[in-house]
């Protein structure tokens, strides 16, 4: 079990950018015990939505966010990103980092890619709230 916590988050304008980071304080290696780590997000009364995905070799998006987010591991410090630009109002919510031990992957019309799949994560932060003012 890992414990996973997430930072950054805040309240911005839109328009701006904000980085959102996800680490954890147990003396393990994220990158190797939980290569497939993804973002997602939700907002009071919604599920849970996926924001965007990674493992070792890949990433992926929810296709709504393609071009404004990237989610990034840096290995070294044992902590994964999430650099969001161009910020809109809808992306007002709270941001949870997600692991899977394992690599998860879905495939859809011939193609695969790290899954942006709830039930595919077995561990959860706490969540960092992010809000966008017009």
């Known amino acids: 079990q890992v414990r996973l916590v997430e930072s950054g988050g805040g309240s911005v304008q839109a328009g701006e950018s904000l980085r959102v980071s996800c680490t954890t304080s147990e003396k393990l290696n994220l990158a190797v015990e939980y290569p497939t780590m993804g973002w997602f997000r939700q907002v009071p ?55 899977a031990a394992g690599v998860r992957t879905q495939c859809r019309g011939g193609r695969c890619f790290p899954s942006l799949r709830r039930v595919d994560f077995d561990y959860w932060g706490q969540g960092t ?3 966008v003012s017009s």
């Open 45 to 99: 009364g919604a599920e849970r939505e996926a924001v965007a995905s990674l493992t070792p070799s890949n990433t992926e998006y929810a296709d709504s966010l393609k071009g404004r987010f990237t989610i990034s591991r840096d290995v070294a410090k044992n902590t994964l990103y999430l650099q969001m630009n161009d910020l809109k109002p809808d992306d007002s919510a709270v941001y949870y980092c997600a692991a």
């Open 129 to 131: 709230q992010v809000t």
